[in-house]
């Protein structure tokens, strides 16, 4: 039987689940794209999607460290000025800014947000403080670097931060990162869902789980997780 907590999660997307970089499929619907999120509006899911900065401290919503997969560019985010990155294409219109999402989603769904930390912790915090001012919707930010969430709760404690958490970590380097971190929610590898530490961790706060691509890996996930973050036929 599913489990349940007693205090509400201010990010539940409720039974639709989070679209994994939107409801995104193939060339049609690219993944990050304002198409990929207008798909998940209508379908009232919540909405989960990739962070990066440019060289000028911007943030975009990419998930690569580079443009070649999804823009045919040699062009590193992480070097590139927002204008450079704003001449590609990512279908039929540029790769969208933070703002621009924000502005698109207006506060109807919940976001999780992924920072693509990449090494380069100290940039992102002040570069977040802009980004985030003024966005009255619900959202989390989430990271595979548990020290993204520990600035966050020193420099940004209205904003709820969670930790992305990999199947393959050790007992220790789990332990280590979650001490640090002190989130408020967790992304668990699918892989882990059915492991005893998730179901410890889930009686004090929310468990997501990503990537759900299957009917069968739903499944799991709904009696282990509280929220799926899918894509494909993950989808709730």
Same mark, same amino acid.
């Given at each position: 039987m599913r489990s349940s907590r007693s205090a509400a999660d201010p990010l539940d997307p409720g039974p639709a689940g989070f679209a994994h970089r939107g409801l995104h499929d193939?060339?049609?619907?690219?993944?990050?794209?304002?198409?990929?999120?207008?798909?998940?509006?209508?379908?009232? !899911?919540?909405?989960?999607?990739?962070?990066?900065?440019?060289?000028?401290?911007?943030?975009?919503?990419?998930? #690569?460290? +580079?443009? %070649?997969?999804?823009?045919?560019?040699p062009l590193r985010i992480a070097e590139s000025t927002l204008a450079e990155l704003s001449r590609l294409r990512l279908g039929d219109g540029p790769i969208p800014t933070l !703002?621009?999402?924000f502005a698109f989603v207006a506060g109807r769904v919940p976001l999780l947000l992924?920072?693509?930390? #990449?090494? +380069?912790? %100290?940039?992102?915090?002040?570069?977040?403080?802009r980004a985030l001012a003024g966005y009255l919707g619900p959202l989390g930010v989430m990271s595979f670097d548990p020290r993204l969430a520990c600035l966050l709760k020193t420099n940004l404690p209205n904003v709820r931060r969670g930790l992305v958490i990999r199947d393959r970590w050790s007992a220790l380097q789990r332990s280590l990162a979650m001490a640090l971190a002190d989130p408020?929610?967790?992304?668990?590898?699918?892989?882990?869902?059915?492991?005893?530490?998730?179901?410890r961790?889930?009686?004090?706060?929310?468990?997501?789980?990503?990537?759900?691509?299957t009917a069968a890996e739903r499944a799991q996930a709904a009696v282990h997780a509280?929220?799926?973050?899918?894509?494909?036929?993950?989808?709730p």
């Open positions: 193939g060339a049609q619907f690219l993944e990050n794209s304002p198409l990929a999120f207008a798909a998940a509006l209508e379908r009232g !899911a919540g909405i989960e999607c990739d962070l990066r900065l440019t060289a000028d401290n911007q943030v975009i919503v990419f998930h #690569d460290a +580079d443009a %070649w997969r999804l823009c045919a560019s !703002a621009t999402v992924e920072a693509k930390v #990449d090494g +380069d912790i %100290w940039r992102w915090v002040p570069a977040l403080r408020q929610f967790l992304a668990v590898d699918r892989a882990a869902l059915a492991k005893p530490w998730v179901a961790a889930r009686a004090r706060l929310p468990i997501y789980s990503w990537t759900i691509r509280d929220a799926l973050i899918w894509e494909a036929d993950g989808r």
